[in-house]
């Protein structure tokens, strides 16, 4: 279906050419920042033409696995990607192993999967291109980049949505319900669904992360202003242990 949508086709052409080991910071944050925008007025579009149209899209699901190193904390950018495009998670931890069970309409879940999959490959580019700190604890480091990146692209993401949903709402008439108004509905569709197929979950604890990789990986992540740190804010998801 990616193929023969027009424009999840041309989101993924965007985020091939930021993926190009030969792009230029500047070049890799400029395909992905069009992709980002793209994909978030897709997404409204889509969801304002089903909750106005005659039927309504079901909510699915997908199980995603994550290998090391860095499991956890690659779910992490996958949780916070999901949450910011609607659609709600459960982490799975058995052992080692780490997946993420991702609840949302079929559209959302694609998009879901076409960003993530190009962030986790820029994600270990630049992580690769960036220098440990001499005296640093590598794990540590990088478990802490991988926040910063995280906390920028979930930062990037709920900005791009806000000016979407915006634009969508100055073109609805005054008895249409507003376009934030159907996002919430839709996404209270995919928490409705999680709870159903999992109706004892429990709120992930915060994870404290010692290292001091997050300001690199949050100017990695927020590559049009590498001059401001911010804070890792606690990620939004839940959790199932076993």
Known sequence: ????????????????????????PHEAEACT?????????????QALLAHDGPARHSVGDRVIRFEAPYARDKCALASTIAHRTRCRCVIIQKGHAVSLHIFGVEVDLMCVEILLTSLLLQGTRELGRTPIPWGAHTAAYRRTWWAGFSAAISRRLAETEHQSVGAADRGRSSDEMSASLVLADRSHEAESAMNAHYPSLRNAGRRRLSGGGSRDG????QKADLSRGRSIGQQEGRELTG
């Open 1 to 24: 279906m990616i193929d023969s949508d027009p424009i999840l086709a041309k989101v993924r052409k965007l985020l091939t050419l930021a993926e190009d080991p030969a792009a230029t």
């Open 33 to 45: 920042a069009k992709a980002i925008q793209l994909m978030a007025d897709y997404g409204i579009d």
């Open 218 to 221: 949050y100017a990695s992540g």
